[in-house]
């Protein structure tokens, strides 16, 4: 069903390239307004960047190992440009100075949340068991998406805010929603874990945080 990314030298660069491009992007994203209706700064600063890029590149992956390095080498890649963009924009740029200082701690902690991709990748991968276990893991990205566009849902409509992060996690819900559905071996477990999953990532993670920008 889907184009796979071969074990191989090759793959590996081409995740790590497309890991730095990114990274640039979501940099440059930083000159527009964060608090606009049209408003896409740092479109990584949120989860639902980083569970749409481990489940895509988790489903054109050939092993677990292979998901596990592709998802590593991509993150780590967007975090070294990410970060090392900011790093020289300072010196020209007011918005991005930093006292001349490279973001070392935070550059620290988006190195360790890409090993966590990697490791999340890696046990995702098993969804290709094609057992019930599986039909667990293949709800998992959708349901973070989903309970990330729900919470960007609210702020949008309470403060005119992250319409572009809301559009990108309800399209991402959706497509990971029917693309793995097909895929899984037992439905009714599938549906179930999404909104269970859902609720609970949304009740935990989005709404402590979120609604604090809708309040």
Not at 76 to 88: C, N
Request: charged share 10%; aromatic share 20%.
């Amino acid at each position: 069903m889907f184009m796979r990314l071969r074990d191989n030298y090759k793959s590996y660069l081409l995740l790590f390239v497309a890991g730095m491009i990114a990274g640039v992007i979501c940099r440059l994203s930083d000159f527009f307004p964060y608090d606009s209706l049209w408003s896409f700064s740092s479109i990584a600063t949120l989860f639902g960047f980083w569970i749409a890029s481990v489940g895509v590149i988790t489903c054109l992956s050939s092993s677990n190992i292979g998901a596990f390095i592709n998802t590593f080498l991509y993150m780590f890649a967007m975090t070294l440009s990410f970060y090392g963009l900011k790093y020289i924009l300072g010196f020209f740029i007011e918005k991005f100075a930093n006292d001349g200082k490279f973001q070392t701690d935070l550059f620290l902690v988006y190195f360790v949340l890409s090993v966590v991709c990697g490791i999340g990748s890696f046990i995702l991968y098993f969804w290709n068991k094609n057992n019930k276990a599986g039909s667990i893991l293949y709800a998992l990205p959708a349901s973070g998406m989903l309970a990330e566009a729900i919470g960007c849902m609210v702020v949008l409509v309470n403060n005119h805010m992250l319409l572009t992060q809301t559009i990108f996690d309800f399209v991402f819900a959706f497509l990971f929603g029917i693309l793995l559905f097909k895929k899984a071996n037992n439905k009714i477990i599938y549906t179930v874990t999404v909104i269970a999953v859902t609720a609970l990532v949304f009740l935990t993670v989005y709404k402590p945080y979120l609604f604090t920008l809708s309040g």
